[in-house]
């Protein structure tokens, strides 16, 4: 296939080579926040949220975030171009750097309304959204998308959809590297049970080169991040910066070129107790910003404590909640109490 380019529709944006993605019942506002101590410039995503939410709830509640999530992108879930655009206007109102269409979401909930991976059967609706959106609003708009759905999984089946969307201006095409199966498996099996088949995503850029390619599925590590911006544009990280949220702590220094002195994890739960401070007294359970923080000691001496200390105490009185977090704290030696000399700042990349 020989794609056409685009020139009448340039890039906008800065390339952002690191991204976590999009989840839902994880990446809020205070996930965000804590993400933000350990990594400056990663492009953090909100959760999906559908048009219908944004049109017709409480905006505030859905689109609301702070200075320091930036470089942030909403994520929106829908497939009538007019609502989309509008969307995206609210985007811009709101300050948000970018604004992401979900053509990759298999649930059955997200399939009745039309839009996710389903979406990927329907590129010229997807390039109409896309239009809609880049006619009304000036940051980027991109796709987070599969590399297939059901029987329509061939390579060919993938670039015919990036070729007619990209037509429209997407900005850039963020592609889990794996199909999606509509019926028969949950979105939790979506995200393990299909192989992941990252040549066709190489091959996409290869065919595409005037397009930026993000791959995303199945990168746990720094190392195979780095491996695989040899042949893409950038990487986008899902559940292995959930579950493991400080391995991603050189980022910075090792993708970005910026070797900003390194936050031990003491430093990153104790950056966290004035938006605990904040939210606790706004009424926010305590367990609501924590729980995000689990995992920030995985695998050190001391993870279990903590999170027992959490875990035990998930909404005390807000005059509380700054002791409950130094308590559970105190039960994790520093680092300098198991290596004094333990380096604190990351050698330049």
């Known amino acids: ?29 205070h996930y965000r926040t804590f993400m933000r101590h350990i990594t400056r410039h990663t492009l953090l995503y909100t959760e999906m ?9 409480d905006r505030p509640h859905h689109l609301d975030f702070s200075d320091v999530e930036h470089p942030i992108a909403l994520q929106l879930g829908g497939d009538d171009p007019k609502a989309m655009a509008q969307c995206a206007r609210w985007a811009v109102e709101w300050g948000y750097d970018e604004v992401n269409i979900n053509v990759g979401c298999p649930s059955d909930r997200v399939q009745r309304g039309q839009f996710g991976a389903c979406l990927m059967d329907q ?19 991109t796709v987070k998308h599969r590399i297939g759905i059901d029987d329509r999984d061939k390579y060919d089946h993938m670039a015919q959809f990036v070729e007619i969307v990209s037509q429209a ?12 199966w509509l019926q028969g498996l949950s979105p939790k099996e979506n995200r393990t049970v299909p192989p992941l088949r990252y ?15 993000e791959i995303n599925g199945g990168i746990t590590d720094m190392e195979s991040a780095k491996r695989h911006l040899r042949n893409v544009d950038a990487v986008m990280v899902g559940r292995a910066a959930y579950d493991h949220p400080y391995d991603w702590v050189h980022v910075d220094g090792e993708i970005f070129g910026d070797a900003h002195p390194i936050p031990s994890r003491h430093d990153v739960a104790e950056a966290m107790l004035p938006t605990i401070e904040e939210w606790t007294e706004r009424g926010t359970k305590l367990l609501n910003i924590t729980r995000h923080m689990l995992n920030l000691f995985a695998g050190q001496t001391g993870t279990k404590a903590w999170k027992r200390a959490l875990s035990t105490h998930p909404n005390p009185p807000a005059s509380e909640a700054l002791a409950t977090v130094r308590n559970a704290l105190a039960l994790v030696p520093r680092p300098e109490s198991v290596d004094p000399g333990a380096p604190t700042v990351a050698s330049p990349c």
């Open 49 to 57: 949220v559908t048009t219908g939410a944004l049109i017709h709830g």
């Open 199 to 213: 040549d066709d995503v190489v091959r996409l850029k290869n065919d595409f080169p005037h397009l930026a390619i």
């Open 169 to 180: 201006g997407c900005d850039r095409f963020s592609v889990h590297a794996r199909k999606a």
């Open 123 to 141: 590129p010229q609706r997807v390039a109409d959204c896309v239009a809609a959106m880049r006619g009304a609003v000036s940051i980027p708009v």
């Open 1 to 29: 296939m020989q794609p056409m380019k685009r020139d009448s529709n340039p890039e906008r944006g800065e390339r952002r080579p690191f991204s976590i993605a999009p989840m839902m019942a994880r990446t809020d506002r």
